[in-house]
T-cell receptor, first 121, second 112 residues
């Protein structure tokens, strides 16, 4: 299957610093990438959708000025958590969408990165 | 109402047991449905897609009832390695088009 990588896998930072997380599709081109966040014992919550070369679209309740998303190429999207605070501590997971056909129809399969665990002290 | 709802469990079963998970979704326009598996502190991995006609993959059977907006997963002959959180996932409308929306997950613990 397609491979999506994330870097770093884990980061610990002080309150007020900014943290950048990279998401790469290694063996396919991803026109669309998604960023999710998961708090302990909670579901993955979609934060935003980014299409290559255009501005990201954020879900309701997600601050676009705090979570900066850049999708400059078909294989790379970055999420920057600006001025991180302890409440931003979470598991951030990206996924990339590829197009495949199955049974005569078309469906989009999303492949997930391994996630980045952010801890803000 | 949440978009995708699941009983969080946990379900504690012995090896060899049959266990069923249920899920409901709110958006009747949703088109695609999946079960994912997530192990502790890992990313979710696709277990199987769910089709209206029902589908089976080894010990796993998934069913979809569009009229009731209900999805199920049946695991037969449970193994220790089945212990994980099972996520009901729906491809549905998002702010940018469509995206996978996750339920909270149902935790399964299989013991010997």
């Amino acid at each position: 299957g397609a491979v999506v990588s994330q870097h770093p896998s884990r980061v610990i930072c002080k309150s007020g610093t900014s943290v950048k997380i990279e998401c790469r599709s290694l063996d396919f081109q991803a026109t669309t990438m998604f960023w999710y966040r998961q708090f302990p014992k909670q579901s993955l919550m979609l934060m935003a959708t980014s299409n290559e070369g255009s501005k990201a679209t954020y879900e309701q309740g997600v601050e676009k000025d705090k979570f900066l998303i850049n999708h400059a190429s078909l294989t790379l999207s970055t999420l920057t958590v600006t001025s991180a605070h302890p409440e931003d501590s979470s598991f951030y997971i990206c996924s990339a969408r590829s197009m495949e056909t199955s049974g005569g129809g078309a469906y989009n399969e999303q492949f997930f990165g391994p996630g980045t665990r952010l801890t803000v002290l | 109402r949440k978009e995708v709802e699941q009983d969080p469990g946990p379900f504690n079963v012995p090896e060899g047991a049959t266990v069923a998970f249920n899920c409901t979704y709110s958006n009747s326009a949703s088109q695609s449905f999946f079960w994912y598996r997530q192990d502790c502190r890992k990313e979710p991995k696709l277990l199987m897609s769910v089709y209206s006609s029902g589908n089976e993959d080894g010990r796993f059977t998934a069913q979809l009832n569009r009229a009731s907006q209900y999805i199920s997963l049946l695991i037969r002959d449970s193994k220790l390695s089945d212990s994980a959180t099972y996520l009901c996932v729906v491809n549905t409308a998002s702010q940018a088009g469509t995206a996978l929306i996750f339920g909270k997950g149902t935790t399964l613990s299989v013991s010997s």
